[in-house]
């Protein structure tokens, strides 16, 4: 699925976030240390190499909300952004920060030059963060920063399955009441 907003192309499609060859920069669902482990950052470390690690060491640790950048080595894509999403019922206050999460990432790229950007779902794997709401508050933030960005012009989210994807598309569908 794509639409417009403003002068932004978003996507919504299911696939991998570390094969998304067409993009400037992708970003990681990233725990605290940014180090490898499970899911989207076991991914995107697995294909960048283990010179991720290396340059992650003297960003880390980043606190839930924030967002840091490396380059993207043996990935495709030239960087990434690294955000710490909040562990659901944890920490608090939960929507504030998974908010805070997308909209630094997007600061972040617009500010470094980046013109595309792929998106995983941020806290919904092993943070626990129900999939509706964190899809409402994602696809919100985007909109609401869509205006703002003067460099961005291409943003995907990169879902890891149909239900995910399907969830995505009835949100974005609601959001823009189409």
């Known amino acids: 699925m794509k639409t417009k907003l403003n002068t932004i192309t978003l996507e919504l499609l299911k696939g991998d976030i570390a094969d998304q060859n067409d993009l400037q920069g992708v970003v990681n669902a990233a725990n605290a240390n940014l180090k490898p482990g499970g899911g989207v950052a076991g991914a995107l470390h697995a294909k960048a190499g283990p010179q991720l690690e290396e340059a992650c060491k ?17 990935l495709d894509n030239a960087f990434i952004i690294h955000v710490l999403g909040p562990v659901f019922g944890i920490n608090k206050p939960e929507a504030l920060l998974l908010r805070k999460s997308y909209v630094n990432a997007l600061e972040l790229a617009d500010k470094e030059g980046l013109e595309s950007l792929a998106f995983p779902a941020l806290s919904t794997g092993a943070f626990r963060y129900p999939k509706e709401d964190a899809a409402t508050i994602a696809l919100k933030a985007v909109i609401d920063k869509a205006e703002s960005l003067s460099n961005l012009k291409y943003i995907r989210f990169v879902l890891f399955d149909e239900a995910c994807l399907a969830i995505h598309e009835e949100t974005l569908k609601r959001l823009l009441n189409t």
């Open 58 to 74: 003297p960003l880390a640790p980043i606190k839930p909300g924030e967002a840091v950048m490396t380059q993207g080595f043996n």
